[in-house]
């Protein structure tokens, strides 16, 4: 499973709101609900994530394996 535990982390440490986010990514609120779900995200997202948040992939999500 993919984690975005990530992604909120580096907003508070960069002092962005989900409205910024929003605002500067042209993303939905469907889809920051999503990630706050950890569901499926598109890689053009979180690529536009990385760009406005200045970091890496890995500073935005993680992979966790299932518990089984």
Request: proline share 1%; with cysteine; aromatic share 6%.
């Amino acid at each position: 499973m993919i984690v975005f535990d990530g992604l909120w982390e580096t907003m508070e440490r960069k002092g962005v709101t989900t409205y910024q986010l929003r605002e500067k990514c042209g993303i939905d609120s469907k889809t920051v609900r999503r990630l706050k779900a950890n569901e499926n995200m598109e890689t053009k997202t979180l690529d536009k994530l990385c760009r406005v948040l200045g970091c890496g992939l890995a500073d935005i999500a993680r992979y966790v394996p299932d518990e089984k």
